[in-house]
């Protein structure tokens, strides 16, 4: 099957070797504010609102860059996990790979909504920030849950 829209597979393992300790290394900054000067920087900025109540459309900013660097890469590392292609692709896979694609992006619009509905000021922002990442982890999950099935379903029947 023609499937140029994915990545080769040999993608997967340079993702998960960028995925997993950006993740881990992501949601430690989180939760502990570890923020090492080395990555303060002046960086370029858009619609710029600062402590004074200054607002600018552009010019620079200093910030500590280690957030939007660690969130660049659980996103490649994420794509690159998700849209490799399997090394034996073929319609069935590609149906399941859509159907986790439209379940995960129905589960992260439903969480969306319910965020809506319930949270609000900063519990909301934190929400939006985790909601960037949702989808495209609900897909990584299900799919591969559900290639792990069909191959335990196929290596149990070719026992037998």
């Known amino acids: 099957m023609e499937t140029n829209y ?4 040999k993608f997967k393992r340079i993702g998960l070797i960028i995925l997993i300790p950006s993740l881990i ?11 090492p000067a080395f990555f303060d920087a002046n960086v370029l ?15 620079m900013v200093e910030n500590n860059i280690l957030n939007e ?3 660049i890469l659980v996103i490649l590392g994420g794509i690159m ?3 490799s292609k399997e090394k034996d692709e073929d319609e069935l896979i590609a149906k399941i790979r859509l159907e986790s694609l439209v379940w995960a992006m129905y589960l992260n619009y439903g ?12 519990s909301f ?15 990584i999950i299900r799919f591969n849950i559900k290639i792990w099935r069909l191959r335990k379903s196929v290596s149990y029947e070719e026992q037998y």
Do not use: K
């Open 81 to 83: 996990v998700a849209f």
């Open 111 to 122: 969480i969306l909504l319910l965020a809506f509905l319930l949270l609000y000021d900063f």
């Open 45 to 59: 900025g858009i619609f710029i609102e600062d402590l004074s109540g200054n607002n600018r459309f552009i010019g």
């Open 6 to 9: 994915l990545l080769s597979s």
């Open 69 to 71: 660097i660690l969130g």
């Open 125 to 139: 922002y934190w929400a939006m920030v985790f909601n960037m990442y949702t989808m495209l982890f609900f897909f």
């Open 25 to 35: 290394l992501g949601l430690y900054t989180l939760f502990t504010d570890w923020e």
